[in-house]
């Protein structure tokens, strides 16, 4: 199971036909392109490569060679040119995957492609696997990894482990990065009755805690122009209680 090209599946993107590049003499890479079937401009090419020679990538032509290579695919078209982005796909080791400055050279590198760099351990990988392959037995026909995606980042106890220990939180670490390297999946976020103002959380706030808003306390803060002059937190808080203390509350 590839869990990355399931998703982008089911993300409507469609599997071309495979094709490998060398950008040098030692190393041969295989691409696996898909292209949006709702969009045929709109374009990821999905690389493998070790977390440790992800320097390949900016010192030496693997992205020329792989944008040629790319240019000369029956399925290329110019188009695609402006709408393409690639994915590395990158295993290391927990040690190697601290060290996150290579990739985020990548990543900020504005040429050829827009690039993502998506990595994980292969502990965490076969963790995602199993926990996916899990979910699909239970819900058969109903399976849908992107359905299973957004609830999984939505449980609130599952987050708070993983902010606490993100080491020990492996599924949730990998389906996270997941997220952010593919800009195009879809995420589920709790909706609003209504869009709240800033009046209303004041209202909430003071219902809650029973208390009034002291309209005079406020106006005779902003009238004070040490708080324009120095408008930190201290200061503030400073003149705020001596207003508060004025007014009696």
């Known amino acids: 199971m590839n869990i990355l090209f399931e998703v982008l599946n089911e993300l409507k993107y469609k599997a071309e036909i495979q094709f490998t590049f060398k950008p040098d003499n030692e190393n041969e890479f295989e691409v696996s392109p898909f292209v949006s079937t709702c969009y045929p401009s709109q374009v990821f090419l999905v690389v493998n490569l070790d977390y440790g020679k992800l320097s390949l990538i900016r010192n030496g032509e693997f992205l020329s060679e792989l944008t040629t290579a790319f240019c000369r695919q029956a399925f290329h078209t110019g188009q695609m040119d402006k709408n393409t982005a690639l994915i590395i796909k990158s295993i290391g080791s927990d040690e190697e995957l601290k060290d996150t400055s290579e990739k985020i050279k990548i990543e900020d590198d ?14 965490m990988e076969n963790k995602a696997i199993a ?15 992107i359905t299973e995606i957004q609830q999984y980042l939505l449980k609130l106890d599952m987050f708070e482990k993983y902010k606490a220990n993100p080491g020990n939180e492996e599924v949730y670490s990998y389906i996270a990065e997941l997220t952010t390297k593919i800009p195009v999946l879809p995420l589920q976020v709790k909706s609003a009755k209504q869009i709240k103002t800033v009046k209303n959380y004041f209202d909430e706030y003071l219902n809650d805690t029973g208390k009034l808003l002291n309209v005079e306390a406020i106006e005779n803060l902003l009238s004070h122009e040490e708080v324009l002059n120095n408008p930190e937190t201290e200061n503030l808080l400073s003149v ?7 007014k009696g509350k």
Not at 110 to 118: A, L, M, N, Q, T
Not at 133 to 144: A, L, V
Not at 240 to 246: A, P
């Open 110 to 123: 504005p040429y050829y492609f827009k690039k993502y760099v998506f990595s994980c351990t292969e502990q």
């Open 131 to 145: 926990y996916f392959k899990d979910r699909k037995d239970n819900d058969k026909d109903n399976f849908s990894y």
């Open 240 to 246: 705020w209680n001596s207003c508060l203390e004025v």
